[in-house]
């Protein structure tokens, strides 16, 4: 069965710190990964793709087969950083975790 | 807005009324997914669509809910008998094969359902 395992539910760091949202996944096959962020008042929206390996407003994520996971990192959090994360993994629909709010401080 | 669109945005409902949402997806996306979010949750899947066929069903899904896409374009969530358990934000979501973005699914702003 897939599983997406978000274990962080709030995430609170200041400004220009580094961030790790943490993602682990369960899934038998080849999975297919991706970060979703959700802003205040604004509907979920794609972050990135792991097998796109971009960089989206400073965030990467590089996926560990090994450790199955997918963490979500930025070297230097901004405020405009603070919202819910959701990792997913995609077989023939997306299954996501349960989320991580962040909050930047200033 | 070309995004994905769901009406209403909001609805009230006394328990034992049955609702439904609309969901209008991005034209010409072939797939359609529905969700089901509460507080505190991320989104769970209920069911999705390739063009008019109901490939997936999720057991949350109960035999109170019944979703259908009869020519391939929108859809629509039904809710049977509602419950108070069933208040929670009903999210349609789109995506194709046929772009540059493969499988990215794009959402709509949700709709939400209270059950007094």
Redesign the interface.
Known sequence: AQR?T?PE?LLSVFKGAPVELKCNYSYSGSP?L?WYVQYSRQ????LL?HISRESIKGFTADLNKGETSFHLKKPFAQEEDSAMY?C?L?N????????TRLTVKP | DT?VSQNPRHKITKRGQNVTFRCDPISEHNRL?W?RQTL??????LT?FQNEAQ??KSRLLSDRFSAERPKGSFSTLEIQRTEQGDSAMY?C?SSTIRDR?R????????SWLTVV
């Open positions: 997406v978000q539910k297919e991706f509907r979920l929206q794609l793709r959701y997913a995609r023939n629909d997306m299954r996501f975790g349960a989320g | 995004g997914y969700y505190g949750q991320g989104p769970e899947f999705y490939l997936e999210l979501a973005n499988n990215t699914i794009y959402f709509g702003e949700g």
